[in-house]
Structures are given as C-alpha cells and as structure tokens.
C-alpha cells in the first residue's frame, strides 16, 4: 500500500532492492542526505479490513508482524554491522499502527518512530512506558488535516498519552492533506525529529 500511496505501486512485484531505490528519494529528499550509514528495510505484508475485525483479529495481527518485523531485523544484524541503538519504525495507515505497537510491545528495540496517518489505539503496559521514556525514545505522528476525523482524534489522543508519559513526541497535521504518507518534507523532519538531530 505504501508504494501505491507515494506513486510508486508499479514496482510493487519489482525484486525489493528496485523498490528500495525508488523509495529513497522520497524517504530521504535532496542531495544533503547521504545513503551511507542508512539502511532501509521493507517487512513485506498487506493489510485488509480483516485485520481489524475484532480485537482478537487486532492481536493476532500485531503478533504475526510483530515476529516478522523482529525477524527481519534479527536477519539484518545477522548479516550486516547495524548500530541497533538507532533502529527506526515507520509506517503509513496499517503499517503506522503496527509499527506504533510494536515499539510499544518492545521498547528496547527502537530509537524512534514515524506513525503517518494512524489511529495509533494500541496503549502500552505501564512497565513498557516507563522502559520507552527511559530509553528516549522519540514518537513523530504526522496526519493530514483532511483525514477522517476519528483518526485524527485517535492520533491526537495518542499524542497526549506519550506527552503524559513524559515521552518525546511531535504530532503535526499536515494541511490541505488526506489519508495518505507524509509527503517527503515532512517524512524528512519526522526522520531528524525522532533520531534527534
């Protein structure tokens, strides 16, 4: 989905390194940002309604990716020298609320996270809470000012928690724009945001 969304959803069955270059411009925009040091991953995956059809759905789907996204990570540090105190999580709609819940799930894995245009409704345990603001980890939540209004509220609602939590966070309405990715400015301030440059 999130190929489609920034107008790349013809290289959706392109092998993953196809894919990867033409997302780079859009993730990482202008020639001031430099691709070494930086590695992207794509947990393959597409959502459906079903995956929200009750809670016990919700939770099994956290679970399912949740493992995946572990796994690809486990699989990256097995294969390459990643720094793994600067992971980062980002995702769009669906992919937003998992990567808002599994880094909640798991507060010592990530540095930060780019929640776009997601309910973000998962709330974490108050030992994982404690454990994400003691860590610093850092929660940039950008939605378009045109999205549902549920989803705003929700998005808005989580904001306040992390704020309660004492947890670095940025919400930002983005204006004039819809349900859709943070177009790559924004992405770009998210990006320095939660790695606190």
């Known amino acids: 989905i999130y190929l ?3 107008g ?3 290289l959706y069955r392109e092998p993953p390194d196809r894919q990867l270059d033409a997302l780079w411009p859009y993730l990482f925009p202008g020639t001031a940002r430099d691709r070494s040091g930086v590695v992207l991953v794509l947990s393959r995956g597409r959502g459906s309604s079903d995956d929200y059809r009750s809670a016990g759905a919700w939770a099994r789907t956290i679970a399912r990716y949740e493992r995946q996204v572990l796994a690809d990570l486990r699989s990256l540090a097995a294969t390459r020298r990643v720094d793994t105190t600067r992971l ?3 995702g769009f709609s669906l992919g937003g609320d998992l990567a808002w819940a599994i880094a909640l799930r798991n507060p010592g894995v990530v540095r930060g996270v780019i929640v776009m245009a997601s309910r973000a409704s998962y709330r974490p345990a108050p ?3 404690r454990a994400l603001a003691k860590r610093g980890t850092r929660f ?3 939605m ?3 999205d549902e209004s549920i989803r705003r509220r929700m998005a808005r609602a989580a904001a306040d928690e ?3 939590l004492g947890i670095a966070h940025r919400f ?3 204006s004039g724009a819809g349900h859709e990715p943070a177009p790559p400015a924004v992405f770009a301030r998210a990006l320095d945001f939660v790695l606190g440059r």
């Open 88 to 90: 980062i999580l980002a």
């Open 162 to 164: 992390l704020a309660r």
């Open 4 to 6: 489609s969304r920034v």
């Open 144 to 146: 378009g000012s045109r």
């Open 172 to 174: 930002e309405i983005i």
């Open 140 to 142: 940039c939540l950008p």
């Open 127 to 129: 030992s994982d809470a």
């Open 8 to 10: 790349l959803g013809r």
